[in-house]
């Protein structure tokens, strides 16, 4: 099982900025894809942003330009880089990562998703 916990959420003025971490660990070596998702208040769960092994990134269209998403493979944590922040991107904020099964030595599909248990981001206008 991968575990992930985030941090660095808060409030913040509009206009401000945000940089969120999400770490990884327990069977990291079968992590693939990374990426975040939001929740808003009274909202459904969004896809905000996610990036490959390899460093291809995918952004949802209201964040880009403002947001940032990086991974670091040897430290097994990603980032969010949050620019020029809105009120409208106040929510609940989740790392996720798909990861194979480890067995014995190997990687084996399918992959799963796994969660963080979210960190608050609140932009005050």
Do not use: H
Request: charged share 20%; aromatic share 8%; glycine share 10%.
């Amino acid at each position: 099982q991968v575990q992930l916990v985030e941090s660095g959420g808060g409030l913040v003025q509009a206009g401000g900025s945000l940089r969120l971490s999400c770490a990884a660990s327990r069977n990291t070596r079968c992590i693939s894809t990374m990426g975040w998702y939001r929740q808003p208040p009274g909202k459904e769960r969004e896809l905000v942003a996610k990036i490959s092994t390899g460093g291809t990134t995918t952004y949802a269209d209201s964040v880009k330009g403002r947001f940032t998403i990086s991974r670091d493979n040897a430290k097994n944590t990603e980032y969010l880089q949050m620019n020029s922040l809105k009120p409208e991107d106040t929510a609940v904020y989740y790392c996720y990562a798909d990861a194979e099964r480890p067995v014995q030595g190997m990687c084996v599909m399918p992959a799963r998703a796994y969660w963080g248990r979210g960190t608050l981001v609140t932009v005050s206008s």
